[in-house]
Nanobody, 124 residues
């Protein structure tokens, strides 16, 4: 069982940066692949990025490549999402997720545990 709690969301102007954190409970955090997803009002949940258990493999959604960076610190049971050059279209609730097996996936049904999400609002 893994519990996930996101933090770091807020209001930022276009072009600005935010760093989201996702803290996980449990002693087996390093066994899980981690992902970030986002959902804007009236839209489907989109894949943002994912990182393997070791941090050696990452993947990103096309709309955030080159602007967002996902990383993890297994000693702190935390995964991060550094978001730079934010745009108004990045406004959404951002949620982290964990999947057993340690690999990465862009598909929501590949993940077994989900956080509650944190709101990110980018003003123009």
């Amino acid at each position: 069982q893994v519990q996930l709690v996101e933090s770091g969301g807020g209001l930022v102007q276009a072009g600005g940066s935010l760093r989201l954190s996702c803290a996980a409970s449990g002693r087996t955090f390093s066994r899980y692949g981690m992902g970030w997803f986002r959902q804007a009002p009236g839209k489907e949940r989109d894949f943002v990025g994912a990182i393997s258990w070791s941090g050696g493999t990452t993947d990103y959604g096309d709309s955030v490549k080159g602007r967002f960076t996902i990383s993890r610190d297994n000693a702190k049971n935390t995964v991060y999402l550094q978001m730079n050059n934010l745009k108004p279209e990045d406004t959404a609730v951002y949620t982290c997720a964990a999947r057993s097996g340690g690999g990465i996936s862009e598909y929501t049904d590949a993940y077994h545990y989900w956080g509650q999400g944190t709101q990110v609002t980018v003003s123009s």
